[in-house]
T-cell receptor, first 113, second 114 residues
């Protein structure tokens, strides 16, 4: 079956530090890959997506590249801000049930001033 | 455009009771999915509806059920509540029936079972 593994958290950084959150996946076929972010008391917001190998998704300074050869979709940001503090989820969609995402366990990010 | 709306935001129920949660998708979205979020199990898929038909169901007991109406609004029901059903229940809608179409999530209903 499908599965997503994220790096163990939590991650604590100082403002303007470089961020990497690792994500690897196992899936049948050619999945679409997503990063979602969840702020306290809220639902999930789509951060970025990539739908085929070598695609790079980007949004708000965050980037992730779909690497089929390493089955990875690592999230990066060059300079984090305090407002980036949240929980980040890597997810994949595979097959024809388009409403079904398989999520990683989430990574808590805390950014200090 | 209004986002995905879930009601109520908070619920407290007693073991053995049943509960119904409601979800109004973004206008024009025909696909609605439900997820359960807990600290221990993370985000788990419950079910997906498209045009009033359940298209897929996750690995949950039969106490969990759902339906979708002709206006795409959806409800989920949990009968004979157990303590372990305490969770944040998230609804998501999608504008297209496409593998590339992202899910848009509501803010969830926080269910506490005592």
């Amino acid at each position: 079956g499908n599965s997503v593994t994220q790096m163990e958290g939590p991650v604590t950084l100082s403002e303007e530090a470089f961020l990497t959150i690792n994500c690897t996946y196992t899936a049948t076929g050619y999945p679409s890959l997503f990063w979602y972010v969840q702020y306290p008391g809220e639902g999930l917001q789509l951060l970025l997506k990539a739908t085929k190998a070598d695609d790079k998704g980007s949004n708000k300074g965050f980037e992730a590249t779909y690497r089929k050869e390493t089955t990875s979709f690592h999230l990066e940001k060059g300079s984090v801000q305090v407002s980036d503090s949240a929980v980040y989820f890597c997810a994949l969609r595979s097959g024809t049930s388009y409403g079904k995402l398989t999520f990683g366990q989430g990574t808590i990010l805390t950014v200090h001033p | 455009k209004a986002g995905v709306t879930q009601t109520p935001r908070y619920l407290i129920k007693t073991r053995g009771q049943q509960v119904t949660l409601s979800c109004s998708p973004i206008s024009g979205h025909r696909s609605v999915s439900w997820y359960q979020q807990t600290p221990g199990q993370g985000l788990q898929f419950l079910f997906e509806y498209f045009s009033e038909t359940q298209r897929n169901k996750g690995n949950f007991p039969g106490r969990f059920s759902g339906r979708q109406f002709s206006n795409s609004r959806s409800e989920m029901n949990v009968s004979t509540l157990e303590l372990g059903d305490s969770a944040l229940y998230l609804c998501a809608s999608s504008p297209e029936d496409s593998p590339n179409s992202p899910l848009h999530f509501g803010n969830g209903t926080r269910l506490t079972v005592t």
